[in-house]
């Protein structure tokens, strides 16, 4: 089994960044894909930012130009700017290669306004 740790979230006022950041219990060079999600209070657990295992990047509309996502050896980052108030989620890191899936335990972002 893959065990991702999540790390990086916090309280943050409207504007400012956070860098989130997720260790892998193996090479992520090998991913079929890793990514970062996001659940709300009340809504859907949502696509934030994924890449391949041909580092092709995709991003939900509402991130794009404000979020990255990137990766290096066992860790996937995502780094997040002008931060609003509808970012206030839990994260989750989620790795998948061939038909298997985990998930981290989720970090608290939080954006004040």
């Known amino acids: 089994q893959v065990q991702l740790v999540e790390s990086g979230g916090g309280l943050v006022q409207a504007g400012g960044s956070l860098r989130l950041s997720c260790v892998a219990s193996?090479?992520?060079?090998?991913?079929?894909?890793m990514g970062w999600y996001r659940q709300a209070l009340g809504k859907q657990r949502e696509l934030v930012a994924t890449f391949t295992s041909g580092f092709s990047t995709k991003y939900a509309d509402s991130v794009k130009g404000r979020f990255a996502i990137s990766g290096d050896k066992n860790t996937v980052y995502l780094q997040m700017n002008s931060l609003q108030p509808d970012d206030t989620a839990v994260y989750y890191c989620r790795y998948s290669r061939l038909g298997y899936d985990s998930w981290g335990q989720g970090t608290q972002v939080t954006v004040s306004s």
């Open positions: 193996t090479s992520i060079f090998s991913i079929s894909a």
